[in-house]
């Protein structure tokens, strides 16, 4: 009996982990379809003769580096695809399909069931930015509070959704007009907050809205934008990131 416990016990330390990193990469990716096609996700768009995955991949983990993590790729847009590519390189991770688009709110749900660790790491499938995130893992780890990876909105001229900080509390506050804060697509939030917050699952379609925002009450982690911050969501975007992808982040041979 008690060679089994100790069996049981070695299993769960070889299954455990200390982050779950949920990758959201199941969106329809609309603005982009004029430069990638209408069959592309966008996670897959090419960048040269690779595509964004996979400058992705190195990405999270060059910058968890020591950090014992697992992968869990939220699938709903061009899935198929994205499993082929998967499948092709061989990755152990986890997939959560969605079978109907209700937003990232209900998807990360779905993937956090998948979750082997009570830590999270919620990023975006089409940013990444110069970061090592050992520093405020450790400061997430001994906290019980959430935090959301910021940058200064340099285009407060055009209207986009985003942050303050509030002066008081110092936490972030969702703003509609001209923030002075926009989200960099990475989010430290504990699991057993994601059921707290549920409700009617149409009822919260994006995870970093108002209503959520004011849930979470997140901490604000400030990265300073040294046009290191690659986002592929919009045509010009993706543009910039066919030079400065390769340039910034190279990949390794």
Same mark, same amino acid.
Request: charged residues 30%.
């Given at each position: 009996?008690?060679?089994?416990?100790? +069996? *049981?016990?070695?299993?769960?330390?070889? *299954?455990?982990?200390?982050? /779950?990193?949920?990758?959201?990469?199941?969106?329809?990716?609309?603005?982009?379809?004029?430069?990638?096609?209408? @069959?592309?996700?966008?996670? !897959?768009?090419?960048?040269?003769?690779?595509?964004?995955?996979?400058?992705? $991949?190195?990405?999270?983990?060059?910058?968890?580096?020591?950090?014992?993590?697992? !992968?869990?790729?939220?699938?709903?847009?061009?899935?198929?695809?994205?499993?082929?590519?998967?499948?092709?390189?061989?990755?152990?991770?986890?997939?959560?399909?969605? @079978?109907?688009?209700?937003?990232?709110?209900?998807?990360? +749900?779905?993937?956090?069931?998948?979750?082997?660790?009570?830590?999270?790491?919620?990023?975006?499938?089409?940013? $990444?930015?110069?970061?090592?995130?050992?520093?405020?893992?450790?400061?997430?780890?001994?906290?019980?509070?959430?935090? $959301?990876?910021?940058? @200064?909105?340099? $285009?407060?001229?055009?209207?986009?959704?985003?942050?303050?900080?509030?002066?008081? /509390?110092?936490?972030? @506050?969702?703003?509609?007009?001209?923030?002075?804060?926009?989200?960099?697509?990475?989010?430290? !939030?504990?699991?057993?907050? +994601?059921?707290?917050?549920?409700?009617?699952?149409?009822?919260?379609?994006?995870?970093?809205?108002?209503?959520?925002?004011?849930?979470?009450?997140?901490?604000?982690?400030?990265?300073?934008?040294?046009?290191?911050? *690659?986002?592929?969501?919009?045509?010009?975007?993706?543009?910039?990131?066919?030079?400065?992808?390769?340039?910034?982040?190279?990949?390794?041979?």
């Amino acid at each position: 009996h008690l060679k089994k416990k100790k +069996l *049981i016990g070695l299993f769960k330390l070889l *299954i455990m982990c200390d982050l /779950s990193v949920i990758i959201l990469c199941g969106g329809l990716g609309t603005r982009l379809r004029s430069k990638i096609g209408n @069959e592309t996700p966008k996670i !897959l768009a090419p960048i040269g003769d690779y595509c964004f995955f996979d400058y992705l $991949l190195q990405w999270i983990d060059d910058s968890l580096d020591e950090i014992s993590y697992e !992968l869990i790729f939220c699938l709903g847009y061009g899935s198929r695809k994205i499993e082929d590519k998967i499948n092709k390189l061989k990755l152990k991770v986890s997939l959560s399909f969605e @079978e109907k688009q209700l937003g990232t709110y209900p998807a990360v +749900l779905d993937a956090s069931k998948l979750a082997k660790s009570e830590n999270l790491l919620i990023i975006n499938g089409d940013t $990444l930015f110069k970061m090592k995130f050992e520093k405020y893992f450790q400061i997430f780890l001994n906290s019980s509070d959430s935090f $959301l990876f910021i940058t @200064e909105n340099n $285009l407060k001229k055009t209207k986009k959704n985003g942050y303050k900080i509030n002066r008081n /509390s110092g936490r972030l @506050e969702y703003s509609e007009a001209y923030p002075a804060y926009i989200s960099m697509g990475a989010l430290f !939030l504990k699991k057993v907050y +994601l059921e707290s917050f549920k409700k009617k699952r149409e009822d919260i379609n994006q995870l970093l809205d108002k209503e959520l925002i004011a849930k979470i009450n997140p901490y604000p982690i400030k990265v300073k934008n040294k046009f290191d911050f *690659i986002d592929i969501g919009t045509p010009e975007d993706y543009q910039y990131a066919q030079t400065k992808l390769p340039d910034l982040y190279p990949l390794k041979k």
